[in-house]
C-alpha cells in the first residue's frame, strides 16, 4: 500500500505565500515559484530546472522537461502576474544572463532545484504550516481537478503520467472528501 500524501490545502498555501509578500527580489521569486508549483501541479524538478525561454507570458504557458512528456501547461492571471514581477526583478540581477530562470540569491548562479526544496520547507515554517513540499502541491492539484468533475485523462495529459494507476493514487489523501461532496451534491434519496 503506497503512503497517502496529504494535500496542501489553499488556507496553507495561503498562509505560506503571505510568507513571500513583498517586493524584494527573494519575496518575487519564492512567490513565483511557489504559485507555478500550485497553479499547474509540476514536479520539484520541473520548476527547479526550466530556463528563460520555457516561460511564455504572451500565452501564459510553461514548458516542464522532465519525466513524463507534456505539452506547455497554462497558468493562470495570479502565476503570471508574479512570474512577470519575478522576471523585472531578476534582470536587474547579477547572472540574469544565465539562461536558468531561478537565480539564487547571491552570487550570481542558478537556484537548483534542491535549494527549492530547502526554500519551501523554509517558507513553510515561517508561515507556521508543518510538512511543506513541492510534491503536496501536485496531489492538491490532482485533488482539485477531480473534485472539479475533471476527466482524468486529460489530468494525465497535464500531469506527464502514462499509468492510469497515478490518477487514483494523487489526491487519495482526500478521496473520502470528493467523494461525499459528490454524494451530497447527488442527493441520492431524495427525490422520493
Request: charged share 30%.
Amino acid at each position: 500500500m503506497k503512503k497517502l500524501i496529504p494535500v496542501m490545502r489553499d488556507d496553507d498555501t495561503k498562509k505560506v505565500l503571505a510568507a513571500c509578500k513583498g517586493k524584494a527580489f527573494l519575496q518575487l521569486r519564492d512567490e513565483a515559484i511557489i504559485r507555478l508549483y500550485y497553479n499547474t501541479g509540476a514536479r520539484l524538478s520541473e520548476v527547479g530546472n526550466l530556463t528563460l525561454e520555457d516561460i511564455d507570458l504572451t500565452t501564459d504557458s510553461v514548458h516542464y522537461h522532465g519525466k513524463g512528456s507534456r505539452d506547455s501547461v497554462r497558468f493562470g492571471p495570479k502565476t503570471a502576474r508574479a512570474v512577470s514581477r519575478y522576471l523585472r526583478a531578476r534582470a536587474k540581477r547579477k547572472g540574469a544572463e544565465l539562461p536558468d530562470l531561478w537565480l539564487a540569491e547571491r552570487g550570481g548562479r542558478r537556484l537548483a532545484p534542491n535549494g527549492i526544496k530547502i526554500m519551501i520547507k523554509r517558507r513553510g515554517l515561517s508561515a507556521g504550516v508543518k510538512g511543506v513540499h513541492a510534491h503536496r502541491w501536485r496531489h492538491n492539484f490532482a485533488h482539485e481537478w477531480k473534485r472539479a468533475g475533471g476527466d482524468s485523462g486529460d489530468l494525465m495529459l497535464l500531469m506527464g503520467w502514462i499509468s492510469e494507476d497515478m490518477p487514483r493514487h494523487y489526491g487519495a489523501s482526500a478521496a473520502a472528501e470528493r467523494a461525499q461532496e459528490t454524494h451530497q451534491r447527488m442527493g441520492i434519496g431524495e427525490n422520493v
